[in-house]
């Protein structure tokens, strides 16, 4: 923990540590950010001191696994450090990750750099796999930015909204759900998003509680028979979901999954879920509104569903906005 007697400053690689901090009002004490980093709106104007080797717009999701394999078959990283920035801004905290090293900068490869910024930060890891994780990571961002009391209260407004979501959820009728994160090759969300279903009752059986994300066959959908389809893909816009998503119309059998059928088909703002922040509490409410309408409000474009089944044109035309 940083002396509490001087201004602190924070390097965020981690777009939900960013969001934390900005929760916690220290907003103003974040110098750098990775290039994922882009919520509040006024967080795009900090520095980005890393970036991905990877561009996921305008290329399909076949072609980015196809680079991201070639990157790693290299044996090298698909993100890029700035090491000067480091060793001129010298931040005290440095905030990192455990869970993933493809599509964040974690823990290993900041302490293989740590040694050529001529000094020695302060690092934080978060490696939150479920909800009670998110509420300690927040815990431990407060703790080590001497904010302890304010991290206190947002975990408590966080659970609380919650608990007003659970307590009308409490006779809800198990409905099978799963929530894609990735297409072609097809990807379901796991760790703490299957638990955002669960705890409204729903049935996540493609995959087992606690688990991380897995990677399964368009068979594995079909044979479940979800009567909810959520698809939020990991780092993309809802504008690229919409075209991904053509791939999955166009697997012999999808078109017969009920949830097709019944016209539950919908595409989700990707950070209210693979961001493991405060918005988690946004994506279940998004959720209870889609399963149970009217059960709250709906944050911000939400996201969207589908109205024309098949889709007519794989466009913008094809959905309604859920707000």
């Known amino acids: 923990m940083v002396n509490e007697d001087r201004q602190i400053s924070i390097c965020s690689l981690v777009p939900a540590a960013t969001e934390i901090l900005c929760e916690l009002n220290l907003e103003d004490n974040i110098i750098g950010v990775s290039d994922l980093c882009s919520y509040p709106d006024s967080i795009k104007s900090k520095t980005k001191i890393s970036k991905s080797r990877v561009i996921t717009e305008g290329f399909t999701?076949?072609?980015?696994?196809?680079?991201?394999?070639?990157?790693?078959?290299?044996?090298?990283?698909?993100?890029?450090?700035?090491?000067?920035?480091?060793?001129?801004?010298?931040?005290?905290?440095?905030?990192?990750?455990?869970?993933?090293?493809?599509?964040?900068?974690?823990?290993?490869?900041?302490?293989?750099?740590?040694?050529?910024f001529g000094y020695d930060p302060e690092v934080l890891v978060i490696d939150p796999k479920s909800i009670s994780d998110i509420y300690d990571a927040i815990k431990s961002i407060a703790y080590s930015t001497n904010k302890t009391f304010e991290g206190n209260r947002l975990v408590l407004r966080l659970s609380e909204r919650v608990d007003t979501i659970l307590d009308l959820f409490k006779d809800y009728r198990a409905t099978r759900v799963i929530s894609i994160e990735g297409v072609n090759p097809l990807v379901l969300g796991g760790y703490w998003i299957p638990e955002m279903y669960r705890m409204l009752g729903c049935d996540y059986g493609v995959i087992n509680p606690g688990s991380s994300a897995l990677r399964i066959g368009i068979e594995d959908i079909i044979r479940f028979d979800p009567e909810f389809v959520f698809v939020d893909l990991c780092s993309s816009s809802l504008?690229?979901?919409?075209?991904?998503?053509?791939?999955?119309?166009?697997?012999?059998?999808?078109?017969?999954?009920?949830?097709?059928?019944?016209g539950n088909f919908y595409i989700l703002e990707h950070e209210y879920f693979s961001n493991p922040g405060p918005r988690f509490v946004d994506g279940i409410e998004l959720i209870a509104n889609v399963l149970k309408p009217f059960s709250g409000s709906f944050p911000k474009h939400g996201g969207l569903k589908l109205i024309n089944v098949p889709p007519l044109a794989h466009s913008i035309e094809d959905y309604v906005g859920l707000v």
């Open 239 to 262: 504008e690229r979901q919409i075209t991904e998503v053509r791939w999955l119309f166009e697997q012999p059998g999808f078109m017969d999954v009920s949830a097709i059928q019944q």
């Open 61 to 116: 999701s076949a072609e980015v696994e196809s680079e991201m394999n070639r990157i790693l078959e290299l044996g090298e990283v698909p993100y890029e450090i700035d090491d000067a920035w480091f060793k001129n801004e010298k931040p005290d905290l440095i905030i990192t990750q455990d869970n993933c090293y493809i599509c964040e900068i974690d823990v290993n490869y900041v302490e293989s750099r740590i040694q050529g």
